[in-house]
């Protein structure tokens, strides 16, 4: 097409790569990146459930997440606080399965 094509980020004016868009670019990490981190997260949340035979609704997005399910020795926490000797300013795991 011989058209002289810019190749930084439309949003923040960066050099573009694919590694800047899916998870470098400071403005899409404000909203874009934290909406796709979360339904990743409740899409492994729902699977795990459902392998575990936890009770679960028919579709993922409308199955309501318990901060703690137990289902005999197994125990799965959802968006709880680790806890750390150290100081740690992201100390919350999306989902944590203890056995």
Do not use: F
């Not at 058209?3 to 400071?26: D, F």
């Not at 997440?65 to 799965?76: F, L, M, N, S």
């Amino acid at each position: 097409m011989k058209k002289e094509i810019e190749s930084k980020c439309r949003l923040c004016k960066q050099h573009e790569t694919i590694a800047h868009l899916t998870s470098g670019c400071p403005i899409l990490a404000k909203n874009e990146y934290l909406m796709r981190h979360g339904k990743v997260c409740t899409h492994l949340y729902y699977s795990i459930c459902k392998a575990l035979g936890i009770e679960t609704t028919d579709k993922r997005y409308t199955h309501m997440r318990k901060p703690v399910y137990e289902e005999g020795a197994v125990t799965v926490l959802w968006n709880q606080a680790v806890h750390t000797d150290g100081e740690v300013t992201a100390n919350r795991a999306d989902i944590i399965i203890r056995n």
